[in-house]
């Protein structure tokens, strides 16, 4: 189980359980947008729905008792100089460009999920269902399978970089200097573009959402 656990860390680094997408007159945003572009497959609004409801719901679990009667998403809580709402955002988007150069690797060295994977891939969705209520499943569109779906993304990325560092047989001590260098130069051949006009236009609502966990 601790293995499990361990997983969970490494397939999601940025996430830490909501949001709601606003245009200029608090109308709500076309889940069809495109928010960005991967060479030349678009990236819509409606694919990255699950990564902003999980940071959301996390963050503010995290530090809204800690401001009360503040909005947390237009302060600097990390530090940056920028709002959370801008840092959460940004880390996202570097993700979702992480996750599409490693799953784009996954395809052409061959990599899958094997049975192990597989049998692993059940308990992490139990155990993530286990920490939000059913309203929050409910917007992450659970019963539809997305929450299986972008385990399942998640854990074949990570495995690349676990099958990369394994053959090239680099050591836990600088496994993650190495492998970063490498991202770095796939990164470099990939042509990833962020529609900056709409994705400023997506806002976290605080407080949308009751947080609360499932026992």
């Not at 854990?155 to 600088?174: F, P, Q, R, S, Y």
Request: hydrophobic share 40%; proline share 1%; with cysteine.
């Amino acid at each position: 189980m601790e293995r499990i656990y361990k997983k969970i860390l490494l397939i999601f680094p940025v996430i830490v359980a909501v949001f709601c997408l606003g245009g200029c007159a608090g109308q709500k945003m076309e889940s069809d947008l495109v928010m960005a572009k991967f060479g030349q497959k678009e990236i819509h609004l409606s694919q990255l729905e699950f990564y902003l409801i999980i940071n959301q719901v996390n963050y503010e679990t995290v530090y809204a008792e800690q401001y009360p009667g503040e909005n947390i998403w237009q302060k600097d809580i990390l530090g940056t100089g920028n709002t959370l709402e801008y840092d959460v955002k940004q880390s996202i988007m570097q993700e979702v460009k992480r996750m599409c150069i490693l799953l784009k690797k996954a395809d052409e060295l061959g990599i899958t999920l094997d049975a192990e994977d597989e049998e692993e891939l059940i308990v992490l969705e139990e155990i993530f269902k286990e920490q939000y209520n059913e309203e929050i499943l409910s917007e992450l569109h659970s019963e539809d399978g997305v929450v299986q779906e972008r385990l399942r993304e998640s854990m074949l990325a990570a495995k690349v970089k676990e099958v990369i560092c394994e053959e090239n047989g680099w050591t836990a001590d600088d496994r993650e200097e190495r492998f970063d260098a490498l991202y770095k130069e796939w990164a470099q051949e990939e042509s990833f573009t962020i529609r900056e006009i709409d994705w400023s236009e997506v806002h976290f609502e605080q407080g949308k959402y009751k947080i609360t966990v499932n026992e």
